[in-house]
């Protein structure tokens, strides 16, 4: 764990089967460190969301090589894949919290799948979350009673909450104003630097974009430019987008 | 358990959708105990006749499938058993149906009459030894106060001390006592007389011919060893049967030859399908309607076996729920059938498990198969 937090090597990728088969990853190779925050920018198509998602071990990779937390994804199994998204905090583009649950339950949710943290202990430290969000004084509401801005502070609290090891975000403040977009684009970067935790963020948003350590730009299924690229571009590429 | 936890929140967060699984439950499970109940009183019932005969060994005529649809046989068939050396007595049976005009109303109804022998009681009968003499008069009989009410209030009125007397088949009779019997799906009500009087009111019978032969034997006697021997003597004349076979007979015809039996089957089955149905269609379409939050609960790290158990638990919690009440409100009802209709609908450990075991069934499958659903839930669409 001291070395890289994600290693990727020559990572391919195609959709489909014979003649319908789409390539959307053509040979990535990149590397993320502890404690990085990293933009992964380029037009829709690019790949970048397959590229989350594979990180994430939510799809089966076949091709290359990818080590995410020390073990290798490509040909893992069901066991591994599991162990691996478990200390792993997702924030999606739409919350999806359980509209079932209250702000305090979805928190707790996470923290279930840690039999590590005593049982006793998950509630008190759902709550200490999602103080940290600024969310004290809504505990004990269900999603539809929070604003967008709120429930995407549950988001990022459900996904801080156990102390993962690697941040994925996709488009975190796509669905929300230029405000709350600001405050949780903060929040994240505050609470990743207090806890030394990685971040990957696939995005468009220029505001996420400036809180970036490093920025890689995806094209067509690779990464250009040698994985970086100057903000301003992102900035221009953004503000045209 | 968190599971557990994650199923009832899920359920509770929409309570209306909750009520309707519950109720769909219920309905199917009042359904259910019904059919069973009548099923089980219908046997009951059928049977009630023979349950009540104090004999070792019946004998009745190879043709009759049921003693209300009875063929007659000679006397002498029977008797003839008395010159085996274990035989200690032999009795004879009559039966017959004849309307039975209400004293009070002057309405008719057919009633079942039985002709017994008044050497002694062969039928146990509350209140039967005592008031076999009274059937020695000429015109008497002992009425059933079981029987339906439409029969009017004889067992009132002779309680009261007043004088009972009716017409059946067209000829007065004297009530001279009570007992208790029971009505059936054959029978709304039933009398008991003599021998002699059963002839006098169906004059058309032949003197020798009897439907129902009880034979009693000598205490210590080998009752398999006597059953063969007996059949033997009678051949292809008679069906021979213990007390217990007997029972089954009349209970088996009411189950397979006619469609009563499938019938209660098909209203059972109704219910489990109008509850399967409904239960189904609330947690399809509770499993659809969160379909990226399962796929969320899968790209944080949850197995497919949690969620999985997660619709199961719902299945489950549905399924008690309904229960519950269901069998409470069972019960009521079946009170409420054994007073107005004179029914035995008596609830039983046995019933009550195996109706719980087809919910459990009904609610498992509706879950399977809106599990069906959850594969779709790809953590992958999620980003």
Redesign the interface.
């Known amino acids: 764990m001291n070395e890289v937090v994600i290693a990727a090597r020559d990572v391919a990728f195609t959709f489909g089967k014979g003649d319908l088969a789409k390539q959307v990853l053509r040979g990535v190779s990149l590397t993320v460190r502890p404690g990085e925050i990293v933009a992964l920018v380029g037009p829709s198509g690019s790949g970048k969301?397959t590229l989350?998602?594979l990180i994430?071990a939510?799809?089966t990779l076949e091709e290359g090589s990818l080590r995410v937390l020390g073990t290798e994804l490509c040909q893992a199994n069901r066991t591994q894949q599991?162990?691996v998204?478990?200390r792993i905090g997702?924030i999606?583009?739409?919350h999806?919290?359980?509209?079932?649950?209250t702000a305090q339950?979805n928190v707790r949710?996470?923290l279930?799948?840690h039999p590590e943290i005593p049982p006793e202990r998950r509630d008190a430290l759902a709550r200490e979350t999602l103080g940290l969000v600024g969310l004290s004084h809504r505990l004990d509401y269900?999603p539809a009673q929070l604003s967008g801005g709120q429930k995407q502070r549950v988001a990022i609290a459900r996904a801080l909450a156990a102390g993962p090891e690697l941040i994925l975000a996709?488009e975190p403040t796509s669905a929300l104003d230029g405000q709350s977009g600001r405050e949780a684009v903060d929040l994240m970067r505050k609470l990743a630097r207090e806890r030394g935790c990685p971040v990957l963020m696939?995005t468009h948003d220029t505001r996420v974009v400036d809180i970036a350590e490093r920025v890689i730009h995806m094209e067509d299924g690779e990464v250009r430019d040698g994985g970086l690229m100057a903000i301003e571009q992102v900035r221009v590429a953004g503000e045209k987008g | 358990m968190?599971m557990f936890l994650?199923a009832w929140?899920?359920l509770?967060?929409?309570p209306g959708r909750l009520i309707v699984a519950v109720l769909g439950v219920l309905f199917a499970n009042l359904l259910m105990f019904m059919q069973f109940g009548f099923q089980d009183a219908l046997f009951v019932s059928a049977s009630l006749i023979q349950r009540r005969l104090q004999c070792d060994i019946a004998v009745i005529s190879p043709v009759t499938t049921s003693v209300y649809m009875s063929n007659g046989f000679s006397r002498r068939l029977l008797y003839r058993l008395r010159a085996h050396p274990d035989v200690e007595a032999v009795f004879p049976v009559c039966v017959g149906g004849g309307p039975w005009k209400n004293p009070w109303t002057g309405r008719p109804r057919t009633i079942f009459i039985l002709g017994v022998d008044l050497q002694e009681a062969t039928l146990d009968l509350p209140g039967m030894a005592e008031s076999l003499d009274e059937l020695r008069h000429v015109d008497t009989a002992l009425f059933d106060a079981a029987s339906r009410p439409e029969f009017g209030p004889v067992a009132e009125k002779l309680a009261a001390g007043e004088v009972v007397e009716a017409e059946v088949n067209r000829r007065r009779l004297r009530i001279r006592g009570t007992v208790k019997l029971g009505a059936s799906f054959a029978a709304d009500g039933n009398l008991i007389l003599s021998q002699a009087n059963f002839l006098r009111l169906f004059p058309e019978r032949k003197a020798g011919v009897i439907d129902v032969g009880l034979i009693r034997l000598r205490s210590g006697a080998d009752r398999a060893a006597v059953e063969r021997d007996i059949r033997a003597m009678v051949g292809r004349d008679l069906r021979v049967f213990n007390a217990d076979d007997y029972i089954r007979y009349e209970r088996d015809y009411w189950a397979d030859a006619t469609a009563i039996g499938t019938i209660f089957t098909q209203g059972v089955f109704m219910g489990f399908l109008v509850g399967f149905v409904i239960v189904y269609q609330i947690l399809h379409s509770d499993v659809t309607a969160?379909l990226?939050?399962y796929?969320?609960?899968?790209?944080?790290?949850?197995?497919d076996a949690s969620l999985t158990s997660a619709v199961m638990f719902e299945a489950l919690i549905i399924s008690v729920l309904g229960y519950g009440p269901g069998i409470l409100l069972s019960l009521g009802l079946y009170q409420l059938t054994a007073s107005a209709a004179n029914l035995a609908m008596a609830m039983s450990v046995d019933r009550a498990l195996q109706v719980f075991l087809i919910t459990l069934l009904m609610c498992g499958m509706s879950g399977l198969l809106a599990l069906r659903q959850l594969r779709r839930a790809d953590?992958?669409d999620?980003?």
């Open positions: 969301t989350l998602t994430g939510l799809r599991l162990a998204r478990r997702y999606f583009q739409a999806n919290l359980m509209t079932f649950l339950q949710l996470a279930d799948l269900y996709d696939v | 968190r994650l929140r899920q509770t967060y929409q969160h990226p939050q796929a969320t609960l899968k790209a944080m790290g949850y197995s953590p992958a999620v980003f």
